[in-house]
């Protein structure tokens, strides 16, 4: 049998795998390719995936981040996400986000650049426990 899919299929999962699984595998493939091991990583969430946060959690990741950042990051987001974010954030943040998003045009790679330092946070919440993001599941976790 053929593996197909590449690297977002094997990202799919790695991130369906428990923390210390994954920790081991992208370890194995590290000692034989760094780069690889590196964008399996980068790959395992996408800010997408944001959706799937409690708004515990989106309230967390959102005091560790720039605001500026996550209503940059939003420009380019499905509906989707931008209506849980805003409806789940404190009024303050949520005013400094709808600025951002009212404002001018954007550099698209200044939106990717704050897309990336957004997911940088969430990969590192996510590899220390704090965050979870589940995908498969209906239920809310509390």
């Known amino acids: 049998m053929k593996f197909q899919g590449g ?50 959690m989106l309230i967390e990741l959102l005091r560790e981040i720039k605001i500026a950042d996550m209503g940059l990051a939003l420009r380019i987001s499905s509906n989707q996400l931008k209506d849980f974010i805003l409806k789940n954030s404190p009024r303050g943040m949520r005013q400094e986000m709808e600025e951002i998003l009212t404002g001018p045009p954007q550099l698209a790679s200044k939106v990717e650049d704050a897309q990336e330092r957004v997911m940088a946070v969430v990969r590192a919440k996510i590899d220390k426990g704090q965050l979870i993001i589940n995908k498969e599941s209906s239920e809310t976790l509390v």
């Open 7 to 56: 690297v977002k299929e094997a990202a799919k999962m790695l991130a369906g795998l428990s923390r210390s699984a994954r920790e081991k595998v992208l370890e194995i493939i590290s000692k034989k390719d760094p780069l690889m091991a590196q964008t399996l990583h980068q790959s395992m969430y996408t800010f997408e995936d944001l959706q799937y946060l409690t708004p515990v």
